[in-house]
Every structure is written in C-alpha cells, then in structure tokens.
C-alpha cells in the first residue's frame, strides 16, 4: 500500500487560516487536523482527565485513544485527530467530564 499521499509536511500548505486556542490566535495551515494544527503551535495539553486531572495531548492521531478531546465552538467531546481546521474555529481545553442530559426519560 502506497504511503506517500498519507503523509505531507504541514510547512507545504499554500493557505493558512486563523482559528483560536484558549483566546489565543493561531495562523495554521489549511486543511490539516486541529490535532495536527494544535501539535505545530506546542500547545501542550488539550485535555484534562476527568478522573484525576492529568493533562493529555494528540497521541494515537487516528481516532483511537482519545487523547486529543477538545471544545469547539461550545462542543465538548470533539477528537482533535479527526476534524479538519476551519477558518474562525474557537478551540479550548476539554476540562473534566462533560455533562449528561438525557432527553426522553420519564420523570417519576
């Protein structure tokens, strides 16, 4: 299986786009992962266990350990890896457990 067009350094992109981290504005290249995006620009972490607090960052960049939950746009639970940057993205850290609702139950 061929793994050249898997791979392209993120420095070739033509476009670059503007999306924010924590308040902070950040030009990165376009079409890329926010994960990607997020690991070019050294943020650190980009969420904390909600367990214990630990810091995590992109690890797996496929989806598969989850490392990489982030807030976008008001949405908690978002896999950095798997979303695409857009232009005006408002990113922050997924802090602690997200809240259930449930819809439909019946109240007793």
């Not at 630990?54 to 989850?66: L, S, T």
């Amino acid at each position: 299986m061929p793994t050249e067009a898997l791979f392209r350094p993120l420095q070739l992109a033509q476009n670059h786009i503007r999306i924010e981290f924590e308040g902070m504005p950040l030009t990165v290249p376009a079409g890329v992962s926010l994960a990607a995006a997020l690991l070019a620009h050294d943020v650190g972490c980009t969420r904390e266990s909600p367990v214990n607090g630990r810091p995590g960052a992109p690890y797996c960049m496929m989806g598969v350990c989850f490392e990489c939950l982030v807030e976008i746009d008001g949405q908690a639970n978002c896999q950095a890896c798997l979303i695409q940057v857009a232009e005006g993205m408002s990113v922050r850290l997924q802090r602690g457990a997200r809240d259930i609702s449930i819809t439909g139950a019946d109240d007793e």
